[in-house]
Each structure stands twice: as structure tokens, then as C-alpha cells.
């Protein structure tokens, strides 16, 4: 046990240099990335919520608005979490040649991704927040104050897997070209299908049980009922929780062992 916890200690201690020399970074870009992933959020939020809104009184038996706040607050890791693990990482790893000069280091790759993955998944809560204080105090569309922070755990394990899908896409792509294949084929289907604008039970059942293979089905399923105060049953909690933490393991196991194998070659 205490070798176990020396091991451990040892890991995150070698990722916090990187966390701080991502935190450098963030420091002199925060405003054009907040603002970029914020507006694509409230335009979402505003166009849907005041259009589809307008015609849809309720969804699912609640006010349309309280039903999307919940999907778009949990939809923001899959595009932001994306975006960094794939241009992101591809550029540090292969244009800049950053890996190469930390692994010179004590820092080891899993620590160095692991970084990527935690500097990734806290850079979302400033956009988080704000979207739920705009949602929560000016459209009133938060019911569950408590809910709400409850739900901020479960976003950042979903980034943390959305994240690790991403980089399983970056270890096999060498052209950036091909990361528009990602968001064409992966992060806008799954926007669109996993309950984020409409509740699923009406949805065909081929579209419905699609919808059950994607994460960010599962992340609302979770995320929903935490804002808008309805129950929530210990079984779907520990399916959902269960399919967010095996991707992330799965996910993060492999991109560390497909990017020894890249960098090495």
C-alpha cells in the first residue's frame, strides 16, 4: 500500500511542472479561448432555446429551456476536449516537437498526456460557469442550484473521456487535414443524437439504440436530472458512471501505448 501511494505520488508530482507550464500558456490566451468556446455554447443555447422554444413548450415534462441547459453544458467538453487532443496535441507532439524535449526530462509519456487531458478538461469550467450562471440567474432555466454543482464532477470525468477518445483519433492521424474527418464523423453526430435538443424516447428505436453507444448519451443521462431536480436511480448512475470511467481507462491505456509506439518509430 504505501509503495502503491509512493507511486502515485510520485506520477502527479511529475505533472504538475507541465500543468503550470500549461497554465503559463493559458495565461496569455484565456480570453480568445473563453470567448471562442462561450459563444459557440450561447449560440446554441440562444438559437434552440428561444427558436425551438418558442414552438415547443416542454420536453420530456419540463420547460424546454431547463430540458437544454443540461446538453449544452454537457456537450461543451466533447468539442473543447476535441479540439485539444487533437490539434492540440498533435502540434506539441509532431509541429513544435515539445514531447520529444520533455520525455528528456524525469516526466514520463503517460504523465505527459494525462497533463493534456487535466489542463484540457479545467480549461472548460470558466465557459462552464458562466454558462450556467447566464442560464441559472437571467433565464432561470437551472431548477437545481445543488444539482448543478453535483453536475460539475461528472463533466470533468466526461471531458477526461471525451478527451481520451480524441487522442485515439491524434495517434493515428499524421496530416492535420484528416482531423476534419473527427468532427464530421464523431463530435457532430454525437451532438446531435445524444438527446442534447430532443428526448430520445421519441427518436426511432436504430436511432435510439445508437445513441445508447455514445458517451455524451450517457453524460446527459447523468447531468440532466442532477439540474432539473428529478430522481435518478443507483443503477443508471453506476451504468453511466461505469461507461464514462471505461472509456477514459481504455481510452488513455491505449493513446499512451500507440504514442510510444509513434514516437519511438
Known amino acids: 500500500m504505501t509503495t502503491y501511494l509512493a507511486t502515485t505520488k510520485d506520477f502527479f508530482a511529475n505533472i504538475y511542472p507541465l500543468l503550470l507550464r500549461f497554465g503559463y500558456e493559458y495565461r496569455s490566451v484565456w480570453k480568445a479561448q473563453l470567448v471562442r468556446d462561450l459563444i459557440d455554447r450561447l449560440l446554441y443555447l440562444f438559437a434552440f432555446g ?3 422554444g418558442a414552438l415547443i413548450n416542454q420536453m420530456d415534462g419540463l420547460p424546454y429551456l431547463d430540458f437544454l441547459v443540461p446538453g449544452i453544458a454537457a456537450s461543451t467538453g ?4 476535441t479540439m485539444a487532443m487533437t490539434y492540440g496535441v498533435w502540434e506539441r507532439s509532431t509541429s513544435y516537437k515539445l514531447y520529444p524535449a520533455w520525455l ?3 516526466v514520463r509519456l503517460p504523465q505527459v498526456l494525462m497533463a493534456e487531458l487535466l489542463y ?3 480549461r472548460t469550467l470558466p465557459s ?14 437551472i431548477p437545481s442550484f445543488w444539482g448543478a454543482v453535483l453536475a460539475l464532477p461528472v463533466l470533468m470525468l466526461a471531458n477526461l473521456a471525451f478527451g481520451a477518445i480524441a487522442m485515439c483519433f491524434t495517434v493515428h492521424i ?3 487535414l484528416h482531423f476534419a474527418y473527427v468532427n464530421t464523423l464523431w463530435t457532430t453526430p454525437m451532438f446531435l443524437f445524444s438527446g442534447v435538443f430532443f428526448d430520445l424516447s421519441h427518436a426511432p428505436a436504430p436511432l435510439y439504440w445508437l445513441s445508447q453507444a455514445l458517451p455524451l448519451t450517457h453524460v446527459i443521462g447523468l447531468v440532466r436530472p442532477l439540474m432539473t431536480g428529478q430522481d435518478l436511480s ?11 470511467v471505461t472509456i477514459f481507462v481504455v481510452g488513455y491505456s491505449y493513446a499512451c501505448y500507440r504514442f510510444q509506439k509513434r514516437l519511438l518509430d
Open 50 to 52: 428561444f427558436g425551438m
Open 78 to 81: 466533447v468539442f473543447v476536449m
Open 104 to 106: 528528456a526530462t524525469p
Open 120 to 122: 484540457a478538461s479545467l
Open 128 to 141: 462552464i460557469l458562466i454558462l450556467f450562471l447566464l442560464a441559472g440567474f437571467w433565464l432561470k432555466a
Open 174 to 176: 499524421y496530416r492535420p
Open 234 to 244: 443507483a443503477l443508471s448512475v453506476l451504468i453511466d458512471l461505469g461507461v464514462l
